[in-house]
């Protein structure tokens, strides 16, 4: 029997059968939507945490006060502030600063401070992240743009770079370049409006303002002339950045005088930061997608319920198809592909409902400067694909008993069937 007519049998055998038929395409329906939906969500998560974390650098090494376990030694998302696991921690200093200088593969080292201050203009008010760097070091390593106007120079003092956020939205009247803004009850002049990125070098965010680090000790609340709530290191390989975290760590803990067990801060990188957190999502994300694929394993079950029952009904017309020269292969190929036809439609329809229902589901995550920010679903051809696969391969798996069963009836016993 050609191909083409075992397609037909099947399709007329799937056309009536509505109503047992579309019952059992529901469960591979609920099955696929769910793991489309879930996979989806957990890309798009994966994709916006490489967006956010990627704009730090894959050649930056960010030290700060606080050996934070909680985190592995990274710093807490959602804070403008270092995360400390001691209250006894102690800040950073120059000294350190020039400890690292000595460093193999260090290139550039420069410490910031941060906290938060009012700033007024035209009779509004807002309290923002203040991040103060040195203007020079601080060009170097940024991977900020501009959206107009200049970056901090040298002889900088009141002059400020603004966050696009902060420029556009905080106020009524939108933050300009050369404009005048009053921080803390001191006047500055807005040098330039960077582009709007998820995050700024030094834990601050696009609604926040970076200034000269004597400027920013002047503002801030309790900011020692020598201390700094960051140390940020731009290495000259970035291939070897795990090393020279290594080495940098080894090195404080030499001129700090500290152990593993009384170590007082943390080092971290965009990169491990984002490789344990990927690899945090990717697990949750499977983990989730096992469990609705449960429901494939059930839709699994009703269509080899489904096959059995269809065999039963057409005993009789096996019987004929035999007796006028069928042969096993034939039969069998029938029964295969009508069930290989449930799964696919029920593949397809679960890949549109699945699609459809990830593109109403916003999960949010927070930036790097504490904001919330949403993460886009991602319905990836691969994903499509795959699931389209598993669900046609559970019909044909689920229909192989049934289907070798009707292919060994005995004409005879067919024929006599009631």
Known sequence: MKPSKSFKLALNILRHSKVRSWLTIIGIVIGVA??????SIGTGMQLSLESSLGGLGADIITISPGASRTMGGFRDFGSDQPSASSSTAKNLTIKDIQA???VENVDIVTGTVSGRGEVYYL???????????????????????????????ASDYSAVLVGNRLATRSFKQPL???????????SFKIAGILNESGGMMGGGSDSGIIMPIEAARAVLDDVGTDEFDSIIVKVADADLVEQTMSDIDARLMLTRHVTNRTKDYSVSSSVAMQATISSTLESVTLFLGA?????????????????FTTVLERTKQIGIMKAIGAKNRDIMMIFM???????LV???IGLVIGSVASLFVAIPMMGMGGRGMGAENVVTPQLLVFTLSIAVGIGIVAGLVPAYRASKLRPVDALRYE
Do not use: C
Request: aromatic fraction near 2%.
């Open 176 to 186: 300009s370049v050369n404009r005048v803004i009053t921080i803390e009850g001191a």
């Open 34 to 39: 769910s793991v489309v939906a879930i996979m």
């Open 291 to 307: 469990i609705a694929a449960v429901s494939l394993l059930v839709g699994a079950v009703g269509i080899a319920n489904t096959m």
């Open 346 to 348: 029920g593949g397809v």
């Open 123 to 153: 009779a509004e008010t807002t309290t923002v992240s203040i991040t103060g760097v040195d203007p020079i070091a601080w060009n170097e390593i940024t991977t900020s743009t501009l959206s107009s106007g200049r970056f901090l120079g």
């Open 100 to 102: 690292l200088k000595s």
């Open 337 to 343: 592909m009508n069930s290989a036809l449930v799964g």
